[in-house]
């Protein structure tokens, strides 16, 4: 993990591999030229106030995610400027939100991977932005490294040459005693890291993330940070009559587990529910997935890694809310022993399931789990699934939907990953969708209509959350794995998809603003 530091020093007299300085494109007023952003004053005047033409003659016009580099002017103890663009500039003078400056400040750390100290002299004119910058830089400097040992072909040690993450990171020109400051900063450490946690569970191979393996890890978490755990494994999940995680792992040869995580606040009033889908490998089942499908299958567990590292990201802040977090993993295999198409189980929740399709698998583990959740009553529940590829064709590859039970809770869900800067937008649950699931044999069948998919899975799953319970599903299928190249904080491989929304939702819990 990167380390961070903070520092009030002159910007000359730094010692580093790099300074991290902002540009913005500039407006049509501006003549659409690069604008140098505040924090960068120094550099400018050591460069006589020609910075903005300097980097315009190199190529530079301020766009997102733009990194040009250039030598650090006479007189600094640094050698390097790197110029990030920030984006178009919404109006003179105007500071850049805390969404753009995370992203330049990932941008930067991945540009300078392999540097052992950059100092990040981004505009931090209040706390938030300080933590903006903070995080973007935590995240990212990530990288997934653990399999990329040994020699190559050649005899070449490919581990000592391989670069690794930015060492250090140093905001300058941030108060480093002023509470605010240093709490955002704290804060910002604590959920970067257990995001990154995420992202590593994700991109674990499956033959060394099976259930148990996954458990593992949370009851080593849990231990480190004060909270309760409980496993529930094949015989304990068969003696409470969970068939739903039982059914999808009957045909693995790893048994599957139900996982309780539970951080409670002696200063709580409130009592927040998160679910997570924890499929450590999804074949699809007796219903295989086609050629070309199976590849990136080890992200199936998405959904409970982000609830997981939620539950320990608000330990370690020590919020005012009690938060326990399930994880429902299985691995969802092909066997003489798997659940067929046409099976019925009979769920925790007592209802009965005809599976139409096995590779319809998520809605039947959080079906579980999320009926074990509302046994506790919590004042409001939040499933986090890669539940459906009809989201990612409504939504594409880097929004996930949001659905409730209750329009006021979608929206205050919307607001806290607006805050945290995760795309998501609000979706229906059409009640006239609900007769498709309808069963001859069973109380309702696991697949739907086809059309509006996504729509439908969050329908079935409405059907186990009980009664009188405000509940929300995200359906992060788009966001959690990243096949493309990296952008802004966002690696390729695992995201760490909605981790800061339900860590923001539970700040908003603590403090009140959340109803």
Request: contains cysteine.
């Amino acid at each position: 993990m990167t380390a961070l530091t903070l520092s009030t020093a002159a910007l000359p007299g730094l010692r580093a591999d790099a300074i991290v300085i902002g540009v913005a494109k500039g407006t049509a007023s501006a003549a659409g030229g690069p604008v140098v952003v505040p924090g960068a004053e120094a550099v400018d005047k050591a460069y006589d106030g020609r910075l903005a033409g300097v980097l315009e003659t190199l190529g530079a016009s301020g766009a997102e995610g733009e990194v040009t580099k250039l030598p650090a002017p006479t007189g600094f103890k640094t050698p390097l400027v790197v110029a990030v663009g920030l984006g178009t500039q919404p109006e003179k003078d105007a500071a850049p939100d805390t969404e753009a400056l995370r992203r330049a400040a990932g941008v930067a750390a991945r540009a300078l991977s392999g540097s052992k100290k950059a100092v990040f002299a981004l505009p931090m004119t209040d706390a938030a932005d300080a933590g903006a910058v903070a995080e973007g830089a935590l995240l990212g400097a990530y990288s997934f490294d653990a399999y990329k040992n040994g020699d190559d072909a050649g005899g070449k040690d490919k581990k000592k040459n391989r670069k690794g993450p930015l060492a250090e990171a140093v905001l300058v020109g941030v108060p480093s005693r002023d509470k605010a400051f240093k709490a955002a900063v704290e804060r910002a450490t604590a959920v970067a890291e257990e995001l990154n946690r995420a992202r590593d569970l994700i991109n674990t191979p499956p033959n060394d993330l099976d259930p148990e393996a996954f458990a593992a890890v949370a009851q080593t978490a849990a231990k480190e940070h004060g909270i309760k755990v409980q496993v529930l494994d094949e015989k304990a999940l068969a003696k409470g009559g969970h068939g739903g995680i039982l059914g999808v792992g009957a045909g693995s040869a790893s048994g599957p587990r139900l996982v309780k995580l539970s951080y409670t606040s002696a200063k709580a009033k409130k009592h927040l529910a998160f679910v997570g889908k924890g499929i450590t490998y999804d074949s699809g089942g007796i219903s295989l997935k086609p050629a070309g499908h199976n590849e990136t299958m080890k992200c199936d567990m998405s959904g409970a890694a982000a609830v997981f590292a939620a539950v320990v990201a608000a330990a370690r802040l020590g919020l005012a809310v009690n938060v326990t977090g399930w994880l429902a993993l299985a691995e969802n295999m092909p066997s003489g022993s798997a659940t067929r198409p046409g099976d019925v189980l009979r769920m925790y929740s007592g209802k009965t399931v005809e599976v139409l399709n096995t590779d319809a698998e998520g809605r039947l583990v959080l079906a579980d789990a999320l009926w074990a959740a509302s046994e506790e009553k919590p004042d409001a529940i939040v499933d986090v699934a890669t539940l459906t590829g009809a989201m990612v064709l409504a939504l594409g590859s880097r929004t996930f939907g949001i659905m409730a039970n209750d329009d006021t809770f979608r929206a205050a869900v919307l607001e806290a990953a607006e805050e945290a800067g995760e795309p998501a937008w609000p979706m229906p649950l059409p009640e006239h969708l609900r007769k498709g699931m309808d069963s001859a044999v069973a109380d309702i069948a696991n697949m739907g209509e086809r059309m509006g998919g996504g729509l439908v899975a969050g329908l079935f799953l409405r059907e186990f959350v009980g009664e009188g319970i405000t509940w929300a599903h995200l359906d992060i299928a788009g966001p959690a794995f990243n096949e493309g190249g990296p952008f802004g904080y966002t690696p390729k491989g695992g995201t760490g998809s909605a981790v800061r929304t339900l860590v923001r939702l539970a700040e908003q819990t603590a403090s009140g603003e959340l109803g």
